[in-house]
């Protein structure tokens, strides 16, 4: 019992190098690469979406009801330590991260629903994150007793998300609508340029942080692995049943298997004080989902 309690008190005590600086940089990443994906979005695709409401109801139930609850039954039986619990629920409540519409593009997906999805669901995570984070993470008491001692204001993270990704993604449609010419110009530099810079920056934290991960890498590498795995899973598996065909299949297991853990990560050092075993999960996270994206979109791509 003591060793246990020893450990918990290690992992919580894990402290990733994060300074203000680097989140700043981290939140200014986030919002040009939103502005970036903006650029290709037109009012058009979401009356697309509107149009076609079947497949918008898969995709954000796949995304926003599915994945958070079914990962709140996976956490009641694997029992995770609950700073990593919570890890999961926050990666499972945020929207899918913006590299999935290139690699829905590579899988041989549906690229013009991709981006849509994205679109939709940047929109409906500035509700569903701050409801669905505090709505599981509530319901199972470990993680409830983290919330209790953070205080997690909604309206503070609704504030901050709308800041990051609502804000860009308006600003990107406007700039699109009424100088398309130019959005298409800056599109071809800035998307390349803010994901390089996105990479660096997860370069930069990885090297900083290079004797956490290697110390403690090894308390999260499976729980990643599995939980991004189940996510693909859910997000294929929901579009099948649904009897979508295999391109739009691709297309929603990328949206729903590739998180926006950035923002994660921005909420954690945010809202958690860069509670240790949310960090660490949150991070891994972020470096996994851009490998098995760029693996299972290969697959995928060269099957086709």
Partial sequence: MLLKTNLNLQIDDIKINFDTEALWMLNIALAII???VALGIK??????????PRILFIGMLS???LLPS???????LIKPHPSFALGMMMVAACPGGNVSNFYSKMAGGNAALSVSLTAFATIICIVMTPFNLQFWGSLHEPTNAILKTVELNPYELF???????????ICGMLVNHYHP?????????IRPFSIMV???????????NVHVFKNYIHLVFFLVIFHNVFAYIIGYATAKIFGLNKQDCKTISMETGIQNSGLGLLLIFGFFNGLGGMALLAAFWGV???FSGMVLATYWGRKQ
């Avoid at 079914?70 to 009641?76: K, N």
């Avoid at 504030?159 to 993604?169: A, M, Q, S, T």
């Fill in 34 to 36: 939103m502005f970036g």
């Fill in 63 to 65: 995304q926003f009801i």
């Fill in 159 to 169: 504030k901050l998300v709308l800041l990051i990704l609502g804000i860009p993604l």
């Fill in 43 to 52: 009012i058009d695709d979401f009356k697309r979406l509107l149009k076609n």
């Fill in 70 to 76: 079914l990962t709140f039954f996976a956490i009641l």
């Fill in 288 to 290: 996994w989902d851009v």
């Fill in 198 to 208: 996105f990479l660096v920056l997860i370069i930069i934290a990885l090297y900083d």
């Fill in 181 to 189: 010419n130019m959005a298409e110009k800056i599109n071809k530099v």
